[in-house]
């Protein structure tokens, strides 16, 4: 466990965890919202994969990412991956849809500023073949995987 701090001086604890756990919850926690919608959400992320970062702050964006997702489309898979690049974790939303619009562009907005704020970055990716990526990038301080 590594202690990290922000600007502030308020202490936050990066700790290991599984992404692939924490994103099962978020799919549990929107399964709800996601059946109105007629949404499938896949989780893709392999189970042993392990992470050292702030969990509550990535579940919280990452839920805020998802909810916005599952609200502006109808209908849709929603695939979640990852990958890293050495220090660097992308975890990316791919749905089955075209959903970048002013609705969507203003709730992304207040979504990636909040991010920010936490030491993650929100982006769109790819809007290919009615496809369309989104990726959350952070830190991840084990070096292990």
């Known amino acids: 466990m590594k202690f990290m ?19 099962n919850r978020l799919i549990v ?7 109105r919608q007629q949404c499938v959400i896949v989780n893709e992320i392999q189970p042993g994969f392990i992470f050292e970062a702030n969990e509550r702050r990535l ?21 979640i991956s990852a990958k890293q690049i050495g220090h660097v974790t992308l975890l990316h ?4 849809s075209r959903l970048y619009n002013r609705s969507f562009a203003n709730r ?9 704020k936490s030491g993650i970055s929100v982006s769109v990716t790819s809007f290919r073949n009615n496809i369309t990526t989104l990726a959350i990038g952070f830190m991840n301080y084990n070096t292990v995987n």
């Open 59 to 79: 579940f919280a964006v990452t839920g805020d990412l998802l909810d916005a997702v599952i609200d502006r489309t109808r209908d849709c898979t929603i695939a």
């Open 108 to 116: 992304l907005s207040v979504i990636q500023e909040t991010a920010l």
């Open 29 to 35: 926690s929107t399964m709800p919202m996601a059946s």
């Open 5 to 23: 701090y922000t600007v502030d001086a308020i202490p936050v604890v990066e700790k290991e965890f599984s992404l692939h756990l924490m994103v």
């Open 93 to 96: 939303l791919k749905v089955d």
